[in-house]
């Protein structure tokens, strides 16, 4: 008897595979349960989306009829706690850019009186962007007086968004004296603000003369000097005529274009002479031309057709 391989046959370890149905059952169960858990997180996340949104909707109303009893003329005590406190600071900034007149000014001192004013300073000087940029807002809102000076300050500020947002409440605040500042902080080499915004800006502060455009009007931007036409020309300052034809004569096709529009909006027919002398360069590209014809033909009252 062969011992050797009885003990052999004795001791060989066996083998035991899973089958194919037992590896699709364990597939099948932890898929349940996966399916199971994104459920349960997609209906407990809309469930907490639901309570915050009637949450934020309360503070909301809360927060609007403290600002109506300013407006009416019973000013309560601004609420205690910071997160009441914020829902009255984001509702007075909404609801201040649709308030004129006195309205505006009552909720102005009143945010003043109640500590709102000092809290969007310190917001402005905070370390995020996004803080200075609310700060910026909420400082407008408390804006009873003409000390616009944290707001200049602002154009200046490391982040282009924070710039953005101080130029657009500097042209919510409706003082033409910022419009030098304005273009001095679009022509700046170091931290410039979009000329697209300090164009809105500049529109909404709507400047009676064209003197307030200053350092625009002899930039060596061409897009600054585009826009202090495309300004004049909007709200229509009939003293920046001389300028504009003079800024026919620029080396920059974009200039002359906008020069020749504003001219145009002005409609006064002296500048015909201007555009027509401009007109004797062959070098202006075809665009730029036809943009001189258009508003040679406006000032004489007829159509051009191309």
Wanted: glycine content about 6%; proline content about 5%.
């Amino acid at each position: 008897m062969n011992w050797q391989c009885v003990w052999s046959d004795c001791w060989e370890p066996e083998i035991v595979t899973p089958g194919v149905e037992t590896v699709a059952t364990v597939i099948l169960v932890a898929s349940t349960v996966l399916v199971l858990v994104l459920v349960l997180a997609v209906v407990s996340l809309r469930a907490l989306s639901a309570v915050k949104g009637v949450v934020t909707s309360r503070r909301t109303a809360a927060a609007r009829a403290v600002i109506f009893a300013v407006i009416d003329g019973d000013p309560p005590r601004a609420p205690r706690g910071p997160v009441r406190r914020a829902a009255v600071a984001a509702t007075a900034v909404r609801l201040s850019t649709k308030l004129r007149g006195a309205d505006r000014a009552a909720l102005a001192r009143w945010l003043t009186d109640e500590g709102f004013r000092h809290r969007a300073t310190v917001m402005m000087h905070a370390t995020f962007a996004i803080s200075r940029a609310r700060g910026a807002r909420l400082f407008v809102a408390c804006l009873a007086d003409r000390e616009t000076g944290p707001l200049l300050d602002l154009l200046h500020d490391r982040d282009v968004r924070v710039r953005a947002v101080a130029a657009r409440a500097l042209g919510e605040c409706g003082i033409s004296s910022a419009v030098p500042f304005l273009v001095r902080a679009a022509a700046s080499h170091e931290n410039p603000l979009p000329v697209s915004a300090a164009a809105m800006a500049i529109v909404h502060t709507a400047p009676r003369s064209a003197r307030g455009l200053g350092m625009a009007w002899g930039s060596g931007d061409p897009a600054v000097a585009s826009m202090a036409a495309d300004v004049a020309g909007y709200l229509h300052l009939t003293d920046a005529r001389e300028r504009l034809e003079r800024l026919l004569n620029s080396g920059e096709p974009e200039v002359v274009a906008s020069a020749a529009r504003a001219l145009a909006r002005l409609g006064d027919p002296r500048s015909a002479a201007a555009i027509s002398t401009r007109l004797v360069d062959g070098d202006l590209p075809a665009q730029v031309r036809n943009g001189l014809h258009v508003a040679f033909a406006d000032l004489h009252h007829v159509r051009f057709e191309s």
